[in-house]
Structure formats: C-alpha cells, structure tokens
T-cell receptor, first 112, second 115 residues
C-alpha cells in the first residue's frame, strides 16, 4: 500500500523567512503533485513533477522531486501572509488506476 | 474556476438517510474521481470512473456507490448515513484514464453534515 508522509504537519513562519516542506512516499512513482487548499475551499494545483530531478518554481514556491530517494520538497522563500494555506503532496498510483494518494497536508501560517 | 461543478454545496441530513452528490467534469474530461476529506482521515480516494466504467476503488464503504452516466456526469450515493460520514466530498476530473501530464482538477466540494 502506498503511503505518503508530509512533515511538518503544522508550520508557523514569520514573514520574510524561508522554509521547506517534505514529502516522502513509500513505493516507486515518477509523478508527484503539489496542491494548495485554503480553508473550506477546493484544491488548487501548484506543481506537477513528472521525472527524477524535476524542479518547478512559481513565485516564492519551488518544488523538486527525487524519485530515487522517494522525496519531494516544497521550498518557501521569503514567506508572505498570502501563502498561509494547507499544502498537500500527492503521488500518482500509476498505470490505469490514475488516482492520487494524498499526504495529510502541511498547514502553513505566515505571521507578520 | 477549475471547470468541475459539484452540487449541492451543502447538505444537512439525519442519520440513516440517503443522499446523492452530483458532479459534472470539465469539458472534454472523461475521468471522474471522488474523494472524501475529513479531519481525522484526511483526503481519501473513493472511486474512479472513466467514460462510464469503474476503473479503481479506494476506501469506499459498501454503503456508498457511484456511477458515471453517458453524458459523463457522475453521482455519488451515500446511504444509511452515520455521523462519521460527515465530511467534505470532492469530485475531480482528468482527460484520460491515467493522469498523464495533467493534475486532477477539483470541484468546490459538497459539505455533508449528518446529524
């Protein structure tokens, strides 16, 4: 059974600081996705990582994937309050199943 | 706006009742997925349909069932409801049977409260 673990689960940051969220998964997969969810809202796709060594950046967020280590990171640079949300990583089960297995999420709170 | 439409937005019902949640996928998407989000279990995959056929089942209870119709909309039926079924139910869609290079696109969810 594929397991996806994120840490930390809760993160309180000050504006302007840097931090990294980690996502480990238990079986081989080449596809990993990062989503953002605001309270009571839907999930918004942030990044799609499709191969070993993939790195994607959007604004203050950068995601990377190491399939050999079964590890993805989401790095936050110079955090701002608008980044406060819950961030999920999700791993593709692959094949024709096509469903994602989600981590428990990291609740990020950025304080002034 | 993801293009995935879910109705209703909120649903309040009593234990033992049955409800139906509806999802219309993005235009052109043939796959529909259902997820349940609760505080204790997180986001749990329930079931996946592709072009009307069931493709994968996750942690879906026997009291729950789903189908995808010829027009590609999908319904999730929840019966003999229990307090623990209270959750946010998301529908998501994608173009193909697998995820390919695209992420899943999620609807805004249906919040179910069982009293």
């Amino acid at each position: 059974e594929l397991k996806v673990e994120q840490n930390p689960l809760f993160l309180s940051m000050q504006e302007g600081k840097n931090y990294t969220i980690y996502c480990n998964y238990s079986t081989t997969s080449d596809r990993l996705y990062w989503y953002r969810q605001d309270p009571g809202k839907s999930l918004e796709s942030l990044f799609v990582l499709l191969s070993n060594g993939a790195v994607k950046q959007e604004g203050r967020l950068m995601a990377s994937l190491d399939t050999k280590a079964r590890l993805s990171t989401l790095h936050i640079t110079a955090a701002v309050h608008d980044l406060s949300a819950t961030y999920f990583c999700a791993v593709d089960m692959g094949g024709s199943q096509g469903n994602l297995i989600f981590g428990k999420g990291t609740k990020l709170s950025v304080k002034p | 706006d993801s293009g995935v439409t879910q109705t209703p937005k909120h649903l309040i019902t009593a234990t033992g009742q049955r409800v139906t949640l509806r999802c219309s996928p993005r235009s052109g998407d043939l796959s529909v997925y259902w997820y349940q989000q609760s505080l204790d279990q997180g986001l749990q995959f329930l079931i996946h349909y592709y072009n009307g056929e069931e493709r994968a089942k996750g942690n879906i209870l026997e009291r729950f069932s789903a189908q995808q119709f010829p027009d590609l909309h999908s319904e999730l039926n929840l019966s003999s409801l229990e307090l623990g079924d209270s959750a946010l139910y998301f529908c998501a869609s994608s173009v193909g049977v697998g995820l390919s290079d695209s992420p899943l696109h999620f609807g805004n969810g249906t919040r179910l409260t069982v009293t």
